[in-house]
């Protein structure tokens, strides 16, 4: 049995028999890890309570055949309670988690670019240093961008042509200009536009200054194109449209 460690963030759990939990990771070095937690829902378990969604963890696994370990963890960063005592901050939490899992399918692929990202946004919810919404926009563009899939918001996503424009084609990538505009194309006004491309550039003295009513276009075309582009719909997204 040969033993790793690896710092993670706990995406998701589910119940395993009467006393484990298997629980799903995304780490620093091994991408999205599955393992059990052996005996965590028992009171008397040391780590039960670091191995819930949103906790920021080092751990120690060992290598199963069919799921790996957990032999032990240590906290790095308690951003469960503070997240999950909000809803504003639970539920735009939990589609960031699922858009992680979603983004990173392959297991023990790294992600390390990814990782980083998630840890940050999740940080930053606990820490209420920006709207959740804003957070969770941010964190998705992002993300996205990541994976291939980085939307533009100033130039013409099919031509190039120089922006800016002011239509919106979610299956072109971005804007479009006036000849590459297809129909049904979305158009946001210019002020979702800056918005939208300083919550992709982390620019967030422009994002926090920016009106509730571009904010709430620019959630709508987030939203869009995310589920576009994983070709499904999250789960956890029309919980955050309530709020």
């Not at 919550?199 to 987030?222: K, P, T, Y």
Request: proline share 5%.
């Amino acid at each position: 049995m040969s033993l790793y460690r690896d710092e993670a963030l706990v995406l998701r759990t589910h119940k395993l028999g009467e006393a484990d939990r298997i629980v799903t990771l995304l780490t620093r070095q091994h991408g999205k890890v599955r393992a059990v937690g052996k005996g965590v829902r028992r009171t008397s378990s040391r780590f039960g309570s670091r191995l819930e969604p949103f906790m920021h963890v080092d751990l120690q696994l060992s290598t199963g055949r069919n799921l790996d370990i957990v032999t032990q963890a240590e906290t790095l960063g308690a951003y469960g309670r503070p997240v999950c005592e909000d809803y504003a901050l639970y539920t735009a939490g939990t589609v960031m988690l699922e858009t992680a899992e979603r983004l990173v399918e392959t297991e023990h692929e790294p992600a390390l670019q990814q990782y980083w990202l998630l840890v940050g946004a999740v940080r930053a919810l606990a820490g209420r240093e920006h709207t959740p919404g804003l957070v969770l926009d941010s964190y998705l563009l992002r993300a996205l961008a990541v994976a291939g899939w980085a939307p533009s918001f100033t130039d013409c996503a099919r031509c190039g042509a120089v922006g800016p424009h002011h239509a919106f084609a979610i299956a072109s990538g971005g804007a479009v200009c006036q000849a590459c505009r297809p129909p049904g194309a979305a158009a946001p006004a210019p002020e979702t536009f800056v918005l939208l491309a300083a919550l992709l550039a982390g620019d967030w003295s422009v994002a926090d200054a920016s009106a509730e009513r571009h904010r709430g276009e620019g959630n709508g075309l987030v939203a869009a194109y995310c589920q576009f582009h994983l070709e499904r719909q999250l789960r956890s997204l029309p919980m955050v449209e309530r709020v």
